[in-house]
């Protein structure tokens, strides 16, 4: 009797090879985003080579104006070691004042008239980041609705708003602004998007440079966060997760490139 032959190793393999293939898990797809919310200052321009400095002379001399015991000259160099540390105001006015020993009950009206002074600069010419207007445009021309978000004085903003010849592009659907009293602030104008334009907070983007900022206040209200790291709080770091962006981008081209469906619902 001839014996049955025994199925070769490599026989037996392979219905098994054909099992793992046809149970292959397919690609995620990409988040839709319908909604980009932009932060103004250092995302969509320079303001840290165009005016940060500027605005630090401004708050210097205004300091000296309102009595601290030193030259204005003096004090923009206080004030900018202390940037180099941390480049929050509150920090930066902190220190001046520690530095030139303004008395307790005399640094209210110190950090009063500095930071005045310092959101108020006049507004000169500027200009957007190359890749600004080409990121706005692409963006609107899939069916995403663009909105801007400023924080500061309302009218200086507006004035840079003007600067920036962003009031009249058609790629913006609204500019927003956020004040620096605290009457409006980011997180408000999130939520009124959400009311009235997109109500998925998943199908919303905000793009920003300030981790304790619009980064915050987006991921609090379960939006996508991209952080644009340069500028006047490039080396800010985030404090606790809640800052932490999703993504961090060197440029503003860079959106576009992100795993996002940019386009409608």
Known sequence: ???????SRSASRRPRQSA?????????????????????????????GQRVQAAHRHAAAAMAAAGLPASAEEIFRVRMQAFAEDPQLKHIDERVCQHFGVP???????????????FTLPVDKLTLFPGTLPVLRSLKERGVRVFVVSFGDPDTQRA??????????????????????????KEAIFRSILRNAESDAGRVLVVGDRPSNEIKAGKALGMHTVRLRGGEFVRLKAQDPEEQADFEIRKIDGVLKLPFEFGRA
């Not at 009797?1 to 199925?7: D, I, L, S």
């Open 20 to 48: 793992r293939s046809a149970v292959r898990p397919q690609a995620q797809a990409c988040p839709l985003i319908t909604t980009v919310i932009f932060d103004l200052d250092d995302t969509l321009y320079d303001c840290f």
């Open 160 to 185: 840079k708003v003007a600067a920036l010849a962003l009031d009249r592009e058609p790629s913006i659907d609204r500019v927003f602004y956020a004040d620096t009293a605290h009457l409006v602030t």
């Open 1 to 7: 009797m001839t014996k049955a032959k025994r199925p």
């Open 104 to 118: 307790l009950a005399e640094r209210d009206k110190m950090v009063r008239a500095s930071r005045h002074a310092f």
